[in-house]
């Protein structure tokens, strides 16, 4: 699938995170390659959601901590921030549609954002056309051309979470971030999402997943790294770390999910 | 003549209509402008709490707001248009003001308190998903805040925002005591000259309760649009 030498777009290098007192993220170091889907499984609590979301910085990381995305240090406060959150998608657990847009505008408003502020000279209209158009494609993509118009109250969960999807694609990521994609959907929807999910993967997306479906992990990711209080406590290629676990805790953390 | 005769004799040729419409305008113009006046201010210290940085300035602006909301709302509103008409207008040499005025800016201040309030709890309703999901896509913290929390957050407290109307409405029933004549005055005036007490006090009764009623039902449709929004297909 991939090989080792790509190159690297997302470094984490000694990555901490506290609330309060409680060290969530003690000390996480990790590189991830252009085209590499890496899986982040772990018992609830370990701190993979605050993995993802110091990536994209909607939580401060710890002074000292550094995240090298696109030659850039996003952990540095003084960065603009919004600029690089365009380069990094993020799929959430509870989708987090915009409840007051319409499926089509909940994909453009980002990229027209961005477009807009990037080419100040360019037309506006000519930008928004472009952006519907582009946002159409990805929809007939998922299938759900005939939602454009839809609000998100009216749709399934599963309808929902692609759309989450796209919206974070239409932004042309560099990397997506997905965090439990598939919890919160009732279990026929599972599928659907998956199925997207592994499409990505296949098109050569740099993605990384916090997730529980173990099936999943093994069958599209690349890497696979077991979180455990606050530290990546073992990584690997999928097939070896499934078969062949090494720490305690890990052993002990399949032998629940599997 | 009867008690209803008595009354209608003073509203018709005693020229009672007359100051029943004056107290009408001017209840509803107090009424109005201060729901408004009071959208805008309380907009304005609403944001400010919500503004993401601890520096001093702002931290500031967020004490004047604390302080504005708390004296505002500890206060009874008859207080603060009696201390702003009889003691700082005149002490600020504002005393010519136009007392309509005057009252427009007590009730505009008042309602601005609770305004603020308002529209701070309907800000915080919001999933904070929805602002995590715009600055995901890039979009800044202002951004995020008017393109899309904002707009849900106005629909939530569109019924509420509604009922501080209402209150208002009601309570400009104690501009009288600044010698503005609204509508309670109008009808105490007529009371009192004819010391028929009945026909004029029940004729006010109702003549509030038409306007609460028609403002529940602009309410209803309202928020009946607002929600439309999210049905059609
Ligand atoms: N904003 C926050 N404030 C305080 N504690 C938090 C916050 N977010 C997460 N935590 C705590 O950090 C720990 C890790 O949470 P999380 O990253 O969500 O775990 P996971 O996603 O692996 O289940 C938990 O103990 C959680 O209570
Ligand atoms: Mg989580």
């Known amino acids: 699938m991939n090989d080792t030498n790509n190159e690297v777009i997302l470094s984490v290098q000694h990555l901490k995170k506290t609330f309060n007192k409680l060290e969530v993220l003690k000390d996480v170091s990790i590189d991830i390659s252009k085209g590499d889907v890496v899986a982040v499984i772990g018992p609830s609590g370990c701190g993979k959601s605050t993995f993802l979301r110091c990536l994209n910085c909607l939580e401060d990381p710890d002074d000292g901590s550094v995240i090298i995305f696109d030659n850039v240090n996003i952990a540095d406060v003084r960065i603009d921030i919004n600029e690089h959150r365009r380069n990094m998608g993020m799929v959430f657990q509870h989708f987090n549609l915009f409840e007051n847009k319409t499926v089509l505008e909940n994909i453009t408003l980002g990229p027209i954002n961005a477009a807009l502020k990037k080419n100040k000279k360019a037309s506006k209209k000519a930008i928004v056309e472009e952006a519907k158009t582009k946002a159409m494609t990805l929809l007939e993509r998922i299938g759900l051309v005939d939602k454009a118009n839809a609000y998100p109250s009216t749709l399934s969960g599963g309808q929902k979470q692609r759309i989450a999807i796209v919206r974070a694609l239409a932004m042309d990521p560099k990397v997506i971030l997905f965090d439990e994609p598939t919890s919160a959907l009732d279990p026929e929807m599972v599928g659907e999402v998956l199925q997207l999910i592994k499409e990505l993967a296949q098109s050569g997306m740099t993605m990384v997943i916090v997730t529980h479906e173990m099936g999943f992990a093994k069958e599209v990711a690349n890497k696979v790294v077991f979180f455990n209080e606050g530290i990546i406590e073992e990584e690997g290629n999928p097939k070896e770390v499934f078969a062949n676990p090494q720490s305690v805790r890990l052993k002990d953390f399949l032998s629940k999910v599997l | ?233």
């Not at chain 2, 967020?62 to 207080?79: A, H, S």
């Not at chain 2, 800016?105 to 929805?130: C, K, T």
């Not at chain 2, 649009?225 to 059609?232: F, I, Q, S, V």
Request: with cysteine; hydrophobic share 50%.
């Open chain 2, 1 to 233: 003549m009867s008690n209803f005769e008595i009354f209608w004799s003073k509203f018709s040729q005693g020229g009672g209509y007359v100051d029943y419409l004056i107290g009408l305008q001017n209840t509803a113009i107090i009424a109005v402008l201060g729901l408004v006046i009071g959208f805008i201010i309380g907009s304005l210290v609403a944001l400010v709490k919500f503004i993401p940085s601890n520096k001093w300035p702002v931290k500031i602006l967020k004490g004047i707001g604390d302080v504005y909301v708390t004296v505002l709302r500890g206060t009874p509103m008859i207080v603060q248009l009696l201390l702003v008409h009889f003691a700082l207008f005149p002490m600020m040499g504002l005393g010519w003001v136009n007392s309509v005025a005057q009252a427009v800016i007590v009730f505009g201040l008042n309602s601005g308190a609770y305004m603020a309030e308002i529209i701070r709890s309907g800000v915080n309703a919001v999933d904070p998903g929805q602002m995590e999901a715009g600055r995901c896509v890039g979009l800044s913290y202002s951004e995020s805040m008017i393109k899309i929390v904002l707009p849900q957050a106005f629909k939530n407290i569109v019924p509420t925002i509604g009922n501080e109307f209402i209150t208002l409405l009601k309570e400009t029933s104690v501009v009288s005591f600044i010698a503005v004549i609204d509508l309670t005055k109008s009808m105490d005036s007529i009371a009192n000259s004819t010391y028929e007490y009945f026909v004029p006090y029940i004729f006010l009764a109702i003549t509030y309760l038409i306007l609460v009623l028609g403002i529940s039902y602009g309410i209803k449709l309202l928020e009946r649009r607002l929600k439309k929004n999210e049905r059609h297909q």
